[in-house]
Nanobody, 119 residues
Framework: QVQLVESGGGLVQAGGSLRLSCAAS????????MGWYRQAPGKEREFVAEISGNSGGTTHYPDSVKGRFTISRDNDKNTVYLQMNSLKPEDTAVYFC???????????WGQGTQVTVSS
């Protein structure tokens, strides 16, 4: 079983920065794809960032956060990070960490951390 615990959320003014962390425990490893999703009130869960489990650590972002958000991972610490810069009020949401075993869809999810960006 895999457990994911997010931290680092909070309240920040527009234009500010936050760094989210996701600590993984259990049967995880560098081969897992790790991702971040978010969900705002009344909206569907939205993809935010992804980093592959291969040695290259390929990343993907939607246009809405590209150039502002950066996902990274420290395999020695079993931790994934999401650096969020130039935050906007529309980035306000609960942010979830997710893990996908090799060649599968996201299977494990954290409990989420609230990010609120004030204008």
């Amino acid at each position: 079983q895999v457990q994911l615990v997010e931290s680092g959320g909070g309240l920040v003014q527009a234009g500010g920065s936050l760094r989210l962390s996701c600590a993984a425990s259990g049967r995880t490893g560098s081969r897992y794809t790790m991702g971040w999703y978010r969900q705002a009130p009344g909206k569907e869960r939205e993809f935010v960032a992804e980093i592959s489990g291969n040695s290259g650590g390929t990343t993907h972002y939607p246009d809405s956060v590209k150039g502002r958000f950066t996902i990274s991972r420290d395999n020695d610490k079993n931790t994934v990070y999401l650096q969020m810069n130039s935050l906007k009020p529309e980035d306000t949401a609960v942010y979830f960490c997710a893990a996908a075993p090799p060649n599968t869809a996201y299977k494990y999810w954290g409990q989420g951390t609230q990010v609120t960006v004030s204008s």
